[in-house]
């Protein structure tokens, strides 16, 4: 099932009726206030990429109460697909997560050839499309999830203004990152991350909240959840980890963390907590891995670890071999291994 994870606005004649620059009274089309909010209350980010002039058309969305819904606008006089491009960019987000809400045919079929990857419908298919969102996986926190945006946009500019390097703008985060066995409070959300999680996933496996269920409750595996925090406030729970352990050999069956923390070295960290559990049981740990063109951020964080190929396969999928030696987790960060 195709996750939608942002839908992108245009203005003029989509968002309101007629056009900003000829008049200062725009309103919303009959609808889109019923739809932005039912979007963001089911954790689907949103944006825009419209033709126009920039501080016109920002004036016009804050005087309707838009603004604050709309992460990143992009409006420009460029094409449509470019702006697309660096809104999935901004948000960390794959193009085919994205759908574009536009009047004009002419820039729907632009975007089309540029990006098939995004799915482009006109303002009159507006209901079917929240429908279709509404059908999605969601969970209690999906509402807040353009809130995490936000704050994320506050770190970065934060940092961008501090002039510190990466190392030590790290250093000063205050990073706090958890790692505990999945709890009950944790399945909606554990089962939101597989479905919705591609590029820091290493096999792609789904679950269902009674499948984590079962699982959280087998002697025979181990289901981690992880969370981070730092001094800018909660990112939530971000990483999944399900261990298999029936011997003395450990074997890493999925392994994820949320694309919003792929700067915080998210998907190492909880590899890293992996490789000590494991060998403080006294067990050889293996990772199965199904590479893709979406995952290579976690295929470099395996080999970054240490992880070592195999000549095995497992269910189809590859066999890497951890190192003998679990890793320390790095300075600017407080890890809690909770039980």
Known sequence: MRIIKCVVWDLDRTLWHGVAAESDDVGLNPGVRAAVTALDAAGVLQSVASRGDEELALAALGRLGMADYLLFPQINWGDKDKSLIRIAEKLNLGLDSLVL??????????????????????????????????????TPEAGNRRALYQVEHSRSEAERRSGLSPQAWADQLGLEFTVRQLRSEDLERARELTVRTHQLNTTGITYSAGELRRLRGDPDHLVL????????????????????????????????????????????LLLGDVQRRAAAAGARLEAE????????????????????????????????LAPATPPQPPRHVTVRSEP
């Not at 536009?102 to 507006?126: F, K, N, S």
């Not at 001094?231 to 919003?260: E, H, K, M, N, P």
């Not at 992880?307 to 999928?317: L, P, W």
């Open 225 to 268: 959840a992880a969370s981070l925090r730092d001094r800018f406030g909660d990112y939530g729970t971000i990483g999944l980890a399900v261990v298999q352990t029936t011997s003395d050999v450990w074997i890493l069956t999925l392994l994820l963390t949320s694309c919003r923390v792929v700067s915080r070295g998210a998907g190492s």
């Open 101 to 138: 809400v536009d009047d004009d045919p002419y820039e729907r079929g632009q975007v089309a050839a540029a990006l098939p990857q995004v799915e482009t419908i006109a303002p009159d298919e507006l209901g079917a499309l929240v429908a279709k969102v509404g059908r999605q996986p969601t």
């Open 289 to 320: 891995m199904v590479p893709t063109e979406r995952n290579r951020m976690m295929t470099v964080a395996l080999r970054l670890a240490g992880f070592q190929t195999s000549t095995d396969r497992r269910h189809g999928h590859l066999v890497l």
